[in-house]
């Protein structure tokens, strides 16, 4: 599974909820496990009794520790623009 799948199922997740994608999650949550991500971000986010929130942001970091190893990882431009803005610092008037 690409890094871009994985950002689309967690991004299709927060929007539509974890019961839409049960399939697409354990295969994701399979590779993750594979791949040697820190297994409590995988238990949580497979947690059905967890809190959405709680298990989103597990999934995120999930999906974070899958594209580790990409030179640059696939994140967001809403993501890298802020952390853009944040290393420049603020803007001198």
Do not use: C, K, Y
Not at 34 to 43: E, G, Q, T
Not at 81 to 89: F, L, M, T, Y
């Amino acid at each position: 599974m690409t890094t871009a799948t994985a950002l689309h199922i967690a991004e299709s997740i927060v929007v539509d909820g974890f019961d839409s994608f049960d399939a697409d999650l354990a295969q994701l949550l399979d590779e993750a496990r594979r791949s040697n991500v820190n297994p409590v971000f995988v238990d949580v986010a497979g947690d059905r009794s967890a809190p959405a929130p709680v298990r989103e942001r597990a999934l995120g970091h999930v999906v974070v520790e899958l594209s580790r190893d990409l030179p640059m990882p696939a994140l967001p431009t809403w993501v890298t623009r802020r952390v853009r803005r944040n290393v420049a610092g603020p803007i001198a008037a």
